[in-house]
């Protein structure tokens, strides 16, 4: 049974809703993750020169919990919800780091960022899946 194209649209205007949702919780997931690493590091638990490595994490981490959130509430095409998740949270990242630094350059940490949210949103939408049903004859 093919789908019309108004049903299709109505899928892909909740899905891009579901992934805004989703980057805008996984921004808010990675900076509550460095927040608890800036405390970490002024409380003396940390060393200061593992900060590129967490902000990766962050990148990975929000992420994965924003693509689950995303992928979870759209039916279909998970791994794609997914990776969109992940574009996403990297542009509210950048344009934070523009309006905030009035800079940014590649060079400088861009590039990990853009593969930890690519990559947190690709294990999002591997594993956040739902299983297909079997079909019965």
Request: overall charge positive; hydrophobic content about 50%; glycine content about 16%.
């Amino acid at each position: 049974m093919r789908k019309t194209d108004e049903e299709q649209g109505a899928w892909a205007l909740r899905c891009m809703t579901q992934v805004l949702i989703g980057a805008g919780i996984g921004a808010l997931v990675g900076l509550l993750f460095l927040f608890v690493c800036a405390v970490l590091i002024s409380g003396g638990h940390l060393s200061q020169d593992h900060t590129g490595a967490l902000s990766v994490c962050a990148c990975v981490l929000g992420s994965l919990t924003g693509g689950t959130v995303a992928v979870s509430r759209c039916k279909g095409r998970s791994l794609i919800v997914g990776l969109l998740t992940g574009a996403v949270l990297f542009l509210i990242l950048l344009t934070a780091g523009l309006l905030l630094y009035r800079a940014a350059a590649i060079e400088e940490r861009g590039l990990p960022l853009v593969c930890g949210c690519l990559c947190g949103g690709a294990l999002a939408g591997l594993f956040g899946a739902r299983p297909k049903k079997k079909r019965r004859k």
